[in-house]
């Protein structure tokens, strides 16, 4: 047998892995606002419904399917409301009585992607005025690191070697009891900041890519690839936050922020390096680098195709030694 069947195929293990397609997520997770524990006069709860994939979103959720239970089996009723112009489909849940702080409510609702389901239990705390300041910014980690982005449509996630700056908000203390009910827009430079790390990433209502009260800027530092990013140079931030039920906005004091990628290499990284643990981070609804993204898929490097070219080269490999 020929020698050169062989010097063929070998050169391809050599090329770089294919990576697999972006196909659409199973389901849209199912989210709440707020999930973690918030003040007992608290007077508008967000649901966006989970969806499985290919089916319509629907504005036919009966209000008698939907209530809070208590631990003592006792439910309070609700209303619900659509949020006009919003994507996805998400209600305000407005409760008919008031929580009582310290007991344990179930939100009882229908369900169509069970297996993706939020945790639907609350433990209101006690009663707190609203705020009226919201904090200031502060400034986390900054330097070059390499960072999941929005992939371009072939792919779920591309990554981009850029530097970033990362934030988040130190709260007033008249605010921290509301710091997990709080929906969150972040403005740089008068403009709204929103990016994500997948095309099919899904973030709770009023939370960043990196979970609520925190945010990571970015400027590419790859010629001709911008990733979405912001141009390098200096950056005006601003953090403004209001509760669900209020149009009273609260903004926290402008941030002046300097992205450069002529800076070493950030010591704390935003994003982490292995994708299986940045899938598992965006379970959660708060902290540094976590979302609620559920049901994104995930980008793996190594090609079935570069697993067939190893068998293939080894059948050679025997083939041409069985015939001397």
């Not at 702080?101 to 433990?123: D, H, I, K």
Request: proline share 8%; charged share 15%.
């Amino acid at each position: 047998m020929s020698k050169l069947p062989l010097l063929f195929v070998l050169p391809l293990l050599l090329t770089p892995s294919l990576a697999f397609p972006c196909s659409q997520a199973q389901c849209r997770r199912e989210s709440l606002v707020p999930r973690l524990p918030f003040p007992a006069n608290i007077e508008v709860i967000l649901w966006t419904p989970g969806k499985l994939s290919g089916s319509a979103d629907s504005s036919t959720v009966a209000e008698s399917d939907v209530y809070f239970e208590s631990e003592t089996g006792a439910q309070i009723a609700v209303t619900l409301t659509e949020l006009a112009s919003h994507f996805p489909l998400t209600y305000e849940v407005r409760p008919l009585a008031p929580f009582t702080p310290g007991v344990e409510y179930t939100f009882r609702a229908p369900e169509s992607c069970e297996q993706f389901e939020e945790n639907r239990n609350f433990l209101p705390q006690e009663v707190a005025p609203a705020p009226t300041q919201l904090g200031i910014l502060q400034l986390g980690s900054t330097g070059r690191e390499r960072i999941y982005i929005r992939g371009d449509g072939g792919t779920c996630t591309d990554r981009l070697v850029a530097t970033v700056a990362s934030i988040s908000v130190v709260l007033t203390p008249e605010a921290e009891p509301w710091q997990n009910v709080l929906l969150y827009t972040t403005k740089v430079n008068g403009n709204v900041w929103s990016v994500s790390d997948s095309l099919n990433s899904n973030y709770p209502i009023g939370s960043s890519w990196q979970g609520r009260g925190y945010d990571v800027l970015f400027a590419s530092c790859e010629s001709g690839k911008t990733g979405g990013g912001l141009a390098q140079g200096v950056h005006e931030v601003v953090f403004e936050a209001r509760l669900p039920d209020s149009t009273l906005v609260l903004s926290t004091p402008p941030l002046m922020i300097e992205l450069s990628c002529d800076v070493g290499l950030n010591p704390n990284p935003t994003s982490p390096q292995n994708k299986e643990d940045h899938m598992l981070a965006m379970n959660a609804d708060a902290g540094p680098g976590s979302g609620s993204g559920g049901c994104t898929c995930v980008q793996r490097e190594t090609s079935l195709a570069s697993f067939a070219l190893v068998f293939g080269v080894l059948a050679l490999f025997f083939a041409h030694k069985k015939n001397g």
